[in-house]
């Protein structure tokens, strides 16, 4: 056959070469017209086929490759090997023609098989309200929510599968070194992939009995981690899931942050004693969730009262003796303030010195919190204040600036300033007599520390 065929190649090309070598017989007869045929050209590479695809459609076929369990690579919709690759495995099982590149049928089908599975697992893109971070949840595996003020927790009915969603302040982290601490929490960790970049790091490996996966990113001293962790009973049905999730993670979009600003592991903040036998006021929510309430030369502190409408808290310590409570009686005139408290240690050093500085609100006298400006330092929430006249004025709380969603609409204060007669109130009804005590705001001052997961 091979040399009928270059026979037949043979004469053609020949017959062809004296056709165009033979000059016309007749003159003045219209010349022959002479077909060309082109060279095919050779044929298209699978990845030139996909680069050739827009981006859209590159991060959709990543994605559902990936659901249907053949692209373990990263949805970022560039071209890649591992992609092409996937898309053969992808027709390979189909029983097709493994080219590289999908025609529309197979296609289809692909896009179907990718939905059916979000389907079976209840896939969902939520905001989680406490971070403002976005995120993918399969909602029919792991249907169980908790959160609070640390992060969320979604978890199936048995505990087979569960999402971690954590965030906390570090200072002046790096991804290199997070991952390294990562690593050793929990113990007993073993590590079998790692990737770090300067914006994000990955880790997998066994937790346990658990496999688990874990991407974590930055921002600031804002730290946040995404833990999956799962049965290996389970990884047939959730590792595609763990593919998708952490390419839908995003950490911090673009907008208004929800909720408050994450807990610090050790929060410090100014409490005022009030009352000889121990009692004293503070921050609420600085020193709430705590595993640990200490007031550094007096030991241990319990939490024996809120006021949630305006964050105050009382603290009670037992047995300690030479306090100066504060005189929180009179009414203030001047609006000009002295706030005397105690600084976060890394504002100072290390140290736990008392220290006064000047803020001012636009009225005083009145029933409700006023805006204090400029905010006190770090650690000062809870301090005292002090007119001019030397009359106490309030507690001074440090709240989080809150951008809103709307372009127009105003941030909320920095500072806060709680009006003498609200802190009475709240003591009174707790027992506490406000009578007494020394105008001496630096004796009265302490340094509250409180200690979190």
Not at 106 to 133: F, N, Y
Not at 341 to 348: E, K, L, R, S, V
Not at 384 to 402: C, H, N, R
């Amino acid at each position: 056959m091979r040399s009928v065929l270059s026979a037949t190649l043979m004469f053609a090309t020949i017959g062809a070469a004296h056709a165009q070598m033979t000059p016309p017989s007749t003159a003045g007869a219209k010349p022959k017209t002479v077909t060309t045929v082109p060279v095919r050209p050779a044929l298209q590479k699978p990845e030139d086929t996909a680069g050739a695809m827009a981006q859209a459609e590159r991060l959709a076929l990543q994605s559902d490759l990936a659901w249907v369990g053949e692209y373990n690579g990263a949805i970022t919709g560039d071209v890649s090997e591992r992609m092409v690759n996937a898309i053969k495995e992808f027709q390979k099982n189909r029983g097709g023609k493994p080219t590289g590149v999908l025609n529309p049928q197979e296609r289809g089908a692909l896009a179907d098989t990718a939905r059916r599975k979000q389907e079976s697992v209840g896939w969902r893109i939520v905001t989680e309200p406490g971070t403002g971070a976005r995120l993918g949840i399969p909602t029919k595996l792991v249907p169980q929510l908790t959160s609070d003020a640390s992060g969320a927790k979604w978890t199936s009915p048995t505990g087979t599968v569960q999402v971690l969603l954590t965030r906390r302040k570090e200072a002046s982290p790096t991804t290199a070194r997070l991952a390294e601490q990562e690593k050793k929490q929990p113990a007993g960790r073993t590590i079998d992939y790692t990737v770090v970049k300067p914006d994000f790091f990955v880790l997998s490996g066994m937790q346990g009995l658990k496999k688990f996966y874990l991407r974590g990113t930055l921002k600031g001293d804002e730290v946040r981690v995404l833990t999956i962790l799962y049965d290996q009973a389970t990884q047939t049905t959730v590792e595609p899931v763990v593919i998708a999730m952490s390419s839908a993670f995003n950490a911090f979009p673009p907008g208004a942050q929800a909720g408050p600003p994450p807990r610090k592991t050790v929060e410090y903040s100014t409490g005022v004693v009030v009352s000889d036998d121990g009692v004293i006021v503070t921050d609420r929510v600085a020193s709430g969730d705590c595993i640990a309430l200490t007031i550094p030369g007096y030991g241990s502190a319990d939490r024996v009262a809120e006021d949630k409408d305006h964050d105050l808290a009382l603290l009670r310590i037992y047995g300690a003796r030479e306090l100066k409570p504060l005189d929180i009686a009179g009414s203030p005139t001047k609006t000009v303030l002295d706030i005397t408290g105690i600084a976060d240690p890394q504002n100072q050093g290390g140290a736990a010195a008392v220290s006064t500085m000047k803020a001012s609100v636009a009225q005083i006298g009145g029933g409700g919190d006023a805006a204090l400006s400029p905010a006190p330092a770090v650690g000062f929430s809870g301090a005292a204040a002090f007119d001019s006249d030397g009359k106490f004025a309030g507690i001074a709380l440090l709240k989080p600036v809150l951008v809103a969603g709307a372009t127009n609409a105003t941030p909320s204060a920095q500072a806060t300033l709680v009006a003498p007669a609200t802190v009475r109130d709240f003591l009174k009804a707790h027992g506490v007599t406000a009578s007494g005590g020394s105008a001496d705001a630096k004796a009265a001052v302490v340094r509250v520390i409180c200690v979190r997961k």
